[in-house]
């Protein structure tokens, strides 16, 4: 139902910041939740941070009070705005999207390309 584009990935030293954003098209005002997921060499994809068609957020324990989720009024773009980068931090960022249309249906859950982020000095 939705197609998203990330981008905003890139190399930057320790310390340093850095603001993906995803656009979503097709049916956005059918999404429930957006967030972002990071995938590290060798491990499992995991959720970095999420906000609801409400407003709420969550953070992994890993990233809060460094990153911030936002969205905009039109429900089209989400961004996550990475401060105090570390090396551990290097994964590749994925965009998400999970929303359901019509109650007979099932939930629809919309993956970005995903876009590179490594801090290193």
């Known amino acids: 139902q939705v197609q998203l584009v990330e981008s905003g990935g890139g190399l930057v030293q320790p310390g340093g910041s850095l603001r993906l954003s995803c656009v979503a098209s097709g049916n956005i005002f059918s999404i429930n939740v957006m967030g972002w997921y990071r995938q590290a060499p060798g491990k499992e994809r995991e959720l970095v941070a999420s906000?609801?068609?409400?407003?709420?957020?969550n953070y992994v324990d890993s990233v809060k009070s460094r990153f911030t989720i936002s969205g905009d009024n039109a429900k089209d773009r989400v961004y996550l705005q990475m401060n105090s980068l570390k090396p551990e931090d290097t994964a590749v960022y994925y965009c998400n999207a999970k929303g359901r249309t019509v109650y007979y249906r099932p939930p629809y859950n919309s993956w970005g390309q995903g876009t590179q982020v490594t801090v290193s000095s």
């Open positions: 906000i609801t068609s409400g407003g709420d957020t």
